[in-house]
Nanobody, 126 residues
Framework: EVQVVESGGGLVQAGGSLRLSCAVS????????IGWFRRVPGKEREREGI??????????YNPDSVKGRFTISSDSAKNMVYLQMNNLVTDETAVYYC?????????????????WGRGTQVNVYS
């Protein structure tokens, strides 16, 4: 059984940092792309990842909105993926989801990801 479990969410002041963790089990970690997505209050989950990494070749993707502030990393020894988020803004209050896909696609469309965690809440206050 594939399991994807996020952790590390919480309350942070605007301008602050938070590191999210994603534990993946039940699949061949090195064969998968892992992505982070978010759903802000009152909206649907975003259709493109905010940060993705291919465990096959290490390539990463970050949209312009988070480039330079968010960094994704992967630890294949632990089957863990991390999202370091710096300089957070209040509009980034959301539930953050981790997901796994067996293919890489530019801009990380959510419909490519078949395995999802339940999410972790991030609250950014001013």
């Amino acid at each position: 059984e594939v399991q994807v479990v996020e952790s590390g969410g919480g309350l942070v002041q605007a301008g602050g940092s938070l590191r999210l963790s994603c534990a993946v089990s039940g699949l061949i970690f090195e064969d998968y792309t892992i992505g982070w997505f978010r759903r802000v209050p009152g909206k649907e989950r975003e259709r493109e990842g905010i940060s993705c990494i291919s465990n096959v070749d290490g390539r990463t993707y970050n949209p312009d909105s988070v480039k330079g502030r968010f960094t994704i990393s992967s630890d294949s020894a632990k089957n863990m993926v991390y999202l370091q988020m710096n300089n957070l803004v209040t509009d980034e209050t959301a539930v953050y989801y981790c997901a796994a896909a067996d293919v890489w696609s530019k801009r990380c469309p959510s419909n490519y990801f078949g395995f999802w965690g339940r999410g972790t809440q991030v609250n950014v206050y001013s």
